[in-house]
């Protein structure tokens, strides 16, 4: 078929032509897809990277006997391998000099009586610090980031801090490459970010110290989070509108299958450098084939650049093997230049637009409320999977595994039952699972998974779904800055959820009732707010008002402009984690 007649928001029509998600958008659909496998990975690596290991204070000599309660023996180490050290043990060493000390994880004592070896002593004893390092269980890991630079006792907030570090690298990222997306194109943002990743990933495998490896682990965040960004973009702008749902939702689910390598390669590799590298060269097949990327015909035209916009048409519809799109003609019929040209100057809106009244301003709170709980939930879950018991691997690579039927339930459900009867069904159940989750027996691990990966299943359909909900809730004025602010608020809820898990240290299911108050309270809260399946974007807040107020569903078929959001201001949209 051909162009036909066009307006302002028509470029859809190019896809009517050339095809919706045809080979080559299927090429390179999976090409982008490939490398959220490899943000994944980063993401959550820290699990494994940061493990802090069973310790004890290293002895000021040789040992020449080691007594724990009532077992002897001549190695230090062995002792790890039969008991687990508590807060309150402590290991007898006696040393070939004859003194005797009792080490504790971050403290040991010098006995004044060196005359009997006993697990047991009332006498006098001098304390010191751990100045000559510290023992380490090697029994699951032979080396992390904690045990490299040791980061216990006094020194543990600065392994508490990898991950959160990691998170505010993601935050800075969004906002920068975002930016640099409309401005130096989506592609070449592609190619900088993922060699980024890649050289990053593997400069923190070879850092020399502690404050190194946090600044190559910060540097490749936001290099991360900015490829996240950018391929949403990227994505959204070469699927046809008909295949657009379903292809920017399931971006996600490669991001589950990184969980999944994470978990894979740490049971595999129990040196953190060389897990780093493993895991770091996921991203060498993306790195050789980003040069076959394209830049996007929407982007070409906002620049003016026709003639590489029309290669790029003409090599799409090759392809697909169907009639290719001429430009020119499709160009000519707007003689406003609308669609030809550049657009024009776009109003600017601050944050208070989104508070444009009473009942705007706590639609606003809500939704923001929505998006720190999902991204709270996300990362709480995933990072906590490996406390659950049992087997940790194993734990981690099914909290990767559920949240591809979650994608699946969203996308099926959200345009069947609505938006908000999905989103409030995702929240209240993951309220239930993890009040389920803290009446469980602590021997009842099994089952403490089950709840569990029941709770990520809802939360990640939660996420899965906040973003489309989002931009159908605002008008086409302030709905990128809408859409802009809820996932910056999530990503603070992303740097917020390592330390709800250090928070077990105080209570274990404090990360569990953190997660269900914030998720009951957002699901209830859900409700205030207006369905929008089957009603039309608005374009005012006078029609907001309008459609909020009306139950009347109008057909959406032909509206292309949710799907063109990232067109219009890029650096405010993207599916992040």
Known sequence: MGCGSVGSGNLELIFDSVGHFGRYQIFLYFICAFQNISCGIHYLASVFLSVSPQHTCRPPGNVSQVLFQDISSWRLEDIWTQFSIGREDHIIVQLQDGEIWELTSCHRFRRDDKSSLNYDYNGHKSSFPCLDGYIYDKSKWRSTVVTEWDLVCNREWFGRLIQPTFMLGVLLGAVIFGYLSDRAGRRLVLWATSTGVFLFGIAAAFTFDYYSFIVARFLLAISGSGYLVVVFVYVTEFVGMKSRTWASIHLHSFFAFGTMVVALTGYLVRTWWIYQIVLSTVTVPFVLCCWMLPETPFWLLSEGKYEEAQKVIDTMAKWNRTRSCKLSELLSLDHNGSAGNKPSQVEKHTLSDLFYDWSIGTRTLIVWLIW???????????????????????????????????????CFGMDHVGRRSILVFSLLSSAVTNGVIMVIPKDYHVWCVVATMAGKFSIGAAFGLVYLYTAELYPTSVRSLAVGSGSTVGRVGSIAAPFCIYLSSVWIFMPQLLVGTLAFVSGVLTFMLPETLGKPLTTTWEETEKESSSGKLLSTTDNTELENIAVVNSEDSGLNK
């Open 372 to 410: 720190f709980t999902g991204c709270f939930g996300f990362y709480t879950f995933s990072l906590n999977s490996v406390n659950l018991g049992g087997n940790e691997y194993l734990n981690l690579f099914l909290t990767g595994a559920v949240e591809i039927p979650a994608y699946i339930f969203v």
